[in-house]
């Protein structure tokens, strides 16, 4: 009896039979400049605070790339190779059936967090990822520059590119001949859908496909926007952006050499490092308007934590994802990332509103921004997506023009989409 008592208590003490296992839990960090220093933080307290130990895992750092790694993990139903990863904010319909049910292990996290963060996880009422932080696309700009030229921030795309050309034409002229008005993201992947997401809907375009399914692309004011864009390349913005993602474009602003830059919160704290060209000659404003009838509009992001189905170490996995979800993990990824949390605790903490006073801006921009297509066209939103990233690259790079590009992109949206979306 004694000895019975005595082993239950050492079961006790070294958390309970089955959780006593040590596991490894293979996690892929999600990408960024400074990543790695968020991913080790998140290590060294997962193996201090358990017994369970974290293996980096990586992949690709564009979005459309990682999702088509991942997929051709998930077909050959390898239980070995990753365990948590970091989740696009258009992927929980697409890859839903390859997640780990989270519904009863999350569920209490909830009001912690964005609602419309949450929700965007939750597929047929089952939870499949926790939100890691929130994205809006905002413009960046040269409060240096502006200054000079006796300027205020624009908010029309026309403005800004009359801005951009008469700033970039006067400083290249005096010297300054790397200077180019604006940078972008113009390479043909997902970030450019989201580009020309807020392109089309900030000249009153609609959204490609509307929340019903009903393709709405073809029409002239999303035919303008494209136009409006091509105008952009080889003038005010360098046609090298046809081949920037989003750390092609920061790196040419932070070092000094365009005046406007359309890119995600993260490159904010970046940009205001020590070492950086520009720090303190940087301001933000939303994604200008279409015109003066257009709206402000921004593309929402976002990242969320979510688990391998095929996992072996489902419990370890979940405990790496609670401890992901803390306010001070996010707090953490905010300091040394940038990126705005999906927690709405970490906005009041002193430290984060000191680094990030524009964050306090952020939450309507959150709240009035644009999705991607993706819930509406449901698993096929990588097909829909690469079809809008190719139209609007042959209009940015002059194959064909927008009017052209809208029509030919309802036929091919129309042939994905077949009867239904499904
Ligand atoms: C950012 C956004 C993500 C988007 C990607 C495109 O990471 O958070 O939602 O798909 O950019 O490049």
Redesign the pocket.
């Known amino acids: 009896m004694k000895w019975k008592n005595l082993a239950l208590a050492a079961v006790i003490a070294t958390g309970g039979l089955t959780g006593a296992h040590a596991a490894t839990v293979k996690m892929e960090c999600g990408s960024g400049a400074t990543v790695r220093e968020f991913c080790d933080y998140i290590k060294a307290r997962f193996e201090t605070e358990t017994q369970h130990k974290v293996e980096f895992i990586d992949l690709p750092a564009?979005?459309d790339e990682k999702l088509s790694m991942l997929q051709q993990i998930f077909a050959t139903r390898a239980n070995n190779v990753i365990d948590v990863f970091a989740m696009?904010?258009?992927w929980p319909g697409v890859i839903d059936r390859h997640l780990l049910d989270l519904t009863d292990a999350m569920k209490d996290l909830e009001p912690a967090f964005f609602p419309s963060a949450w929700q965007n996880n939750v597929v047929n009422g089952r939870i499949k990822g926790v939100p890691s932080f929130i994205?809006a696309g905002m413009m960046y700009y040269r409060t240096d520059l502006l200054k000079k030229y006796d300027e205020t921030p624009p908010r029309t795309w026309g403005e800004l590119a009359r801005i951009a050309a008469r700033i970039q034409n006067a400083e290249r002229e005096a010297g300054n001949r790397t200077l180019h008005g604006l940078v972008f993201?113009g390479k043909a992947y997902?970030?450019l859908t989201?580009v020309v997401t807020e392109l089309v809907a900030s000249h009153g375009g609609g959204n490609f496909v509307d929340p019903k399914g009903t393709i709405t692309i073809n029409n002239p004011r999303a035919a303008e926007a494209l136009d409006t864009a091509a105008k952009w390349i080889g003038t005010i913005a360098p046609r090298g952006v046809l081949g920037y993602?989003?750390e092609e474009a920061r790196a040419v602003f932070q070092n000094g050499d365009a005046v406007f830059m359309r890119n995600?919160p993260y490159a904010w704290l970046l940009s205001q490092d020590d070492t950086s060209p520009v720090k303190g000659k940087v301001g933000t404003m939303p994604v200008p308007r279409g015109g003066e009838e257009g709206q402000h509009a921004a593309a929402l992001?976002?990242?969320q934590w979510a688990v391998n189905v095929n996992t072996t170490v489902p419990d370890a996995a979940i405990a790496l994802v609670r401890l992901l979800a803390e306010a001070k993990s996010q707090k953490h990824n905010f300091l040394v990332m940038g990126v705005p949390p999906a927690r709405m605790d970490v906005y009041e903490d002193p430290e984060v509103k000191a680094k990030g006073p524009y964050l306090e801006n952020l939450r309507a921009v959150f709240e009035a921004a644009v999705p991607r297509p993706s819930t509406a066209t449901r698993s096929q939103y990588p097909r829909v997506s690469n079809a809008i990233w190719n139209a609007t690259y042959d209009v940015l790079s002059g194959r064909t023009d927008g009017t052209r590009a809208v029509a030919d992109l309802e036929n091919r949206l129309g042939r994905i989409k077949g009867r239904e979306w499904r």
């Open positions: 564009a979005s696009d904010v258009i994205d993201q997902e970030g989201c993602q989003e995600w992001g976002g990242w």
